[in-house]
């Protein structure tokens, strides 16, 4: 057990919305936020989950904005949200002890593509030269960074689905070590690009339920036939406790243990079992010093693919027999890779606040196979219980957990 950590400010800019309360309401409306996609036109599916009425211009400045990737302006604007709610204005703290840590998937796509296309045109002189810097995985990271100024270490932890929990995994021990007094976290990606899309559909994982858009992502449920891909961002501002204090800041929960874990068995496929993923928890639990009985609520990974779900429903119904409800926040957002994990932990912290738990969209009917309590059709109060789990899960078999209490 190292201690409990504050989370201080979060911030989201998803396909619910641009910030923190238009997610929020999206997540409890109990609908899903997937369209047809003219940018996946022509393509064995062409839905996604989008950013609606996102404009990097106005939210950023136009030079700002047309140096950056567009995944890396999702982050930035999630992160001056987390840092406003922290009440952090930039500048206010010791440059050397403020990391920034944000989950990412790989390089940007639309950036690499688009100079693949000049240099196949035989026109490499007109490649900007950005378009190196903005591709790299550590971009959001940096520009993040260098928006706040802030001379600590920012980096990206790179692990699929599960980078966006890695990230504050890797926070968490900064900050109970003393090398940091504040450490924004989080993780951005966008799925929605033709060969991201074309990857999945050849791996058979996108959602056959195309037809009716909105119906598509149906974790949990008896008709899930698939995930369908998303973009966004989320940023949780985490602070030691006593630095959180000194500044009077307002604690929105407490983040009180983490865990990780790999396994060693497909580069696509989870173990049968989940054990991985269980691991992560388990580590998380001894981390915190609870007991599985004192997680009141999960915020499952639920990508809503055939197997996926399935593995995830025996891990959760093994480790956690007290049955505590289950919500899956990619019923409503899709599915955004690295971003996903850093949202829904944000969900989790807003969940914990409003001391309820949002429903899992398109959940009509629970696989009978599943031995789970999972919220559906509205928002349910949220139990006794102070603490929520959240998870996620990864390409290649890497697990992450977060643990988080209410303040």
């Known amino acids: 057990m190292g201690g409990e950590i504050a989370v201080t400010g979060i911030g989201l800019v998803t396909p619910g919305g641009v910030g923190v309360g238009p997610t929020w309401r999206a997540v409890c409306d109990a609908g899903s ?6 940018a996946l036109a022509g393509l064995p599916v ?8 996102f404009d990097g211009d106005a939210l950023l400045g136009r030079r700002l904005a047309r140096r950056l990737d567009p995944v890396t302006q999702l982050g930035l604007v999630a992160a001056r949200e987390a840092l406003a709610m922290a009440g952090l204005p930039a500048g206010d703290w010791d440059p050397a002890r403020v990391g920034v840590l944000v989950g990412a998937g790989g390089s940007s796509l639309a950036g690499v593509t688009e100079a693949h296309r000049r240099l196949l045109a035989c026109r490499p002189e007109t490649i900007s030269p950005t378009a190196l810097p903005r591709s790299l995985p550590s971009a959001c990271a940096t ?9 600590g270490p920012a980096f990206a932890t790179v692990a699929g ?10 926070a968490l021990g900064l900050l ?7 450490a924004v976290v989080g993780g951005a990606e966008s799925l929605r690009h033709p060969l991201t899309v074309a990857g999945f559909a050849q791996l058979g994982t996108l959602s056959r339920h195309a037809g009716e858009p909105t119906a598509a992502c149906r974790p949990f449920d008896a008709d899930r036939a698939g995930l369908v891909v998303a973009e966004g961002a989320g940023v949780l501002v985490l602070e030691r406790p006593g ?22 068995h497909h580069p696509t496929t989870p173990h049968p079992d989940g054990e991985g993923a269980e691991r992560a928890t388990r580590a ?15 915020n499952a990974h639920g990508a809503a693919t055939v197997v996926n779900d399935a593995t995830e429903a025996r891990w959760l119904a093994r480790t956690l027999p007290h049955r505590p409800p289950v919500t899956a926040t990619k019923g409503a957002l899709g599915h955004a890779g690295a971003g996903s994990g850093a949202i829904e ?5 807003l969940a914990l606040r409003e001391r309820l738990i949002p429903p899992t969209a398109n959940l009509d009917r629970l696989d009978p196979d599943f031995d789970l309590d999972v919220v559906a059709k509205a928002p349910r109060p949220a139990p006794e219980s102070p603490g929520a789990l959240t998870v996620s899960s990864a390409f290649g078999g890497q697990n992450a957990a977060l643990l988080l209490r209410c303040a």
Do not use: F
């Open 33 to 38: 936020t997937a369209a047809r996609d003219p």
């Open 243 to 264: 630095y959180a204090r000194a500044r009077r800041a307002p604690v929105l929960a407490w983040l009180t243990g983490c865990g990780a874990a790999g396994e060693n």
């Open 161 to 170: 689905c599960a980078s966006g929990l890695l990230a504050a995994r890797v």
């Open 284 to 298: 998380a639990l001894a981390d915190a010093g609870w007991r599985p009985a004192d997680i009141g609520h999960v």
């Open 46 to 53: 062409d839905i996604s989950c989008a950013v609606p009425g």
């Open 345 to 349: 932990a944000a969900v989790t912290v």
């Open 143 to 151: 520009e993040i960074a260098h928006d706040l100024g802030v001379t």
């Open 176 to 182: 109970r070590s003393g090398d940091l007094d504040v």
